[in-house]
């Protein structure tokens, strides 16, 4: 099962950076080391708000099949519906590939509706 | 039946209608859950909870001799909040409100007393204003219709 195709009620993007180590030196002079060539660590944070429970058990069961945080996966165009500039823009990076940072969170608000809160960050 | 006035109006208690009743209202309310999405242009919902609050000034009146047969006296509402020891389950009450005199207009559900109010002043009735909170749903039969 892929990840549900939802439009998401709340959405937020941070970017990431490529792997670069810094080096602060006595004088205060500071060197950076770039490890690798492709931006990594992209973060995704999405919240289904008041969704019904059978849209939210969705998660639960594509976050059991990608074994939780261990296997990777793209995401559907509607997770960024909403969003007028180039859908890449706030994708995972190119190279990269999106996966759970943690379970999703349910918190049930109604009888037959819950809220979801997903939190994915892009890995190489 | 044509248009209503209060002069119809009831609010009963113990089986009998609270003698001199000057008012009360009922506010019926739903919480509505919100199901917008990012995209959304227009505001769109879910109903929730609903609940329902009301209001009632009752007559500072004492019932005189015979009247206890067809009437509650408001003390009874009174002494639900405005008592020694604790508030618990057991003051609950079952009201019924009636717009008209028939069981189609009757709203029966039950409340808690939330407040109520004791208001004495030079040249006007002594009342004692209430405010109730309904806990659960309106019973069945108990809605206008």
């Given at each position: 099962m892929p990840f549900p195709s939802l439009v998401p009620s709340a959405r937020a993007f941070a970017p990431?950076?490529?792997?670069?180590?810094?080096?602060?030196?006595?004088?205060?002079?500071?060197?950076?080391?770039?490890y690798g060539d492709l931006r990594t660590e992209?973060?995704?944070?999405?919240t289904f708000e008041n969704i019904l429970d059978t849209a939210a058990a969705g998660f639960l069961t594509h976050y059991n099949e990608t074994q939780g945080t261990f296997y990777t996966f793209s995401l559907p165009a509607n997770v960024?519906?909403?969003?007028?500039?180039?859908?890449?823009?706030?994708n995972n990076?190119?190279?990269?590939?999106?996966?759970?940072?943690?379970?999703?969170?349910?918190?049930?608000v109604y009888r037959g509706r819950s809220t979801v809160q997903v939190k994915l960050i892009a890995v190489v | 039946m044509g248009f209503y006035t209060g002069r119809t109006g009831s609010l009963v208690f113990n089986s009998k209608p609270?003698?001199?009743?000057?008012?009360?209202?009922?506010?019926?309310?739903?919480?509505?859950?919100?199901?917008?999405?990012?995209d959304s242009v227009s505001s769109t919902f879910t109903p929730g909870v609903k609940s329902a609050t009301g209001s009632a000034t009752l007559v500072y009146y004492?019932?005189?001799?015979?009247?206890?047969?067809?009437?509650?006296?408001?003390?009874?509402?009174?002494?639900?909040?405005h008592k020694i020891g604790a508030i618990t389950e057991s003051d609950r009450v079952l009201l019924?409100?009636?717009?008209?005199?028939?069981?189609?207009?009757?709203?029966?559900?039950?409340?808690?007393?939330?407040?109520?109010?004791?208001?004495?002043?030079?040249?006007e009735l002594s009342v004692v204003p209430i405010q109730f909170t309904v806990d659960g749903d309106f019973l069945s039969g108990g809605t206008i219709s």
């Open positions: 990431g950076d490529w792997p670069i180590k810094q080096y602060k030196a006595l004088s205060g002079a500071e060197i950076r080391i770039r992209a973060t995704l944070d999405l960024f519906q909403g969003w007028t500039a180039s859908s890449s823009l706030i990076p190119s190279g990269a590939a999106w996966r759970y940072e943690g379970p999703p969170n349910i918190t049930s | 609270v003698a001199k009743i000057r008012d009360w209202s009922l506010d019926t309310t739903v919480e509505l859950l919100s199901t917008n999405t990012i004492r019932l005189e001799g015979g009247e206890s047969a067809s009437y509650t006296q408001f003390t009874e509402l009174l002494a639900k909040l019924t409100l009636n717009v008209g005199g028939g069981s189609a207009d009757d709203i029966q559900f039950y409340a808690y007393i939330t407040s109520a109010q004791i208001s004495v002043a030079t040249g």
